[in-house]
T-cell receptor, first 113, second 119 residues
Framework: QKEVEQNSGPLSVPEGAIASLNCTYS??????FFWYRQYSGKSPELIMFIYSNGDKEDGRFTAQLNKASQYVSLLIRDSQPSDSATYLC?????????????FGEGTQLTVNP | SQTIHQWPATLVQPVGSPLSLECTVEGTSNPNLYWYRQAAGRGLQLLFY??????ISSEVPQNLSASRPQDRQFILSSKKLLLSDSGFYLC??????????????????FGPGTRLTVL
């Protein structure tokens, strides 16, 4: 079992729809969770982080965390073609040294005009 | 604000040649620094991380090495490149920002990357 798993996609949604990206993790002691967006040929950029169970909203983005189910998701409302990218889920396993993150392999999202 | 630089942006090297990639961070002090490699269409593989000058932890065995000669400088090296070393190399930092700007302390912020092709 991979430590962090994501559906590889590609996920295709029409413009204006809600895109739902999912991520599961294996280490029950994980403490913080991150979503990064990576455009083709570019480096990852942070979208959101979440530490507590429940929802966290930032503009069109909502992160949802369920530690009991070891599940974190990212919802993108009113999807735009500019949202087309690969979305990486990352988990901090809570080690005291170095803030090491474990990344999933990413979900490729395409938003069709 | 904090800025992270990497150079070169692209590099084409023959098999067996040496490698040196450099990463520097501005606007922070005593950051944690990381080197990742991303193969085409794949996720990020952590290669090295450092919590201070001269302190390097290796995550995977390979023919690469890392050094941190200064607080905000991180270098990735190899004496002899292999074909399998091709990829997108990313440097990242985490820690505290100096003099303002929202920084989440355990969040990693990435540099622009170096695309390495070994022929």
């Amino acid at each position: 079992q991979k430590e962090v798993e994501q559906n590889s996609g590609p996920l295709s949604v029409p413009e204006g729809a809600i895109a739902s990206l999912n991520c599961t993790y294996s280490d029950r002691g994980s403490q913080s969770f991150f979503w990064y967006r990576q455009y083709s040929g570019k480096s990852p950029e942070l979208i959101m982080f979440i530490y507590s169970n429940g929802d966290k909203e930032d503009g069109r983005f909502t992160a949802q965390l369920n530690k009991a189910s070891q599940y974190v998701s990212l919802l993108i409302r009113d999807s735009q073609p500019s949202d087309s990218a690969t979305y990486l889920c990352a988990v901090n396993r809570g080690e005291t040294s170095g803030s090491r993150l474990t990344f999933g392999e990413g979900t490729q999202l395409t938003v069709n005009p | 604000s904090q800025t992270i630089h990497q150079w070169p942006a692209t590099l084409v090297q023959p098999v067996g040649s040496p490698l040196s990639l450099e990463c520097t961070v501005e606007g922070t002090s005593n950051p944690n620094l990381y080197w990742y490699r991303q193969a085409a269409g794949r996720g990020l593989q952590l290669l090295f991380y450092s919590v201070g000058i001269g302190q390097i932890s290796s995550e995977v065995p390979q023919n690469l090495s890392a050094s941190r000669p200064q607080d905000r400088q991180f270098i990735l090296s190899s004496k002899k490149l292999l074909l399998s070393d091709s990829g997108f190399y990313l440097c990242a930092w985490s820690g505290f920002g100096l003099a303002g700007g929202p920084v989440v302390t355990d969040t990693q912020y990435f540099g622009p990357g170096t695309r390495l092709t070994v022929l």
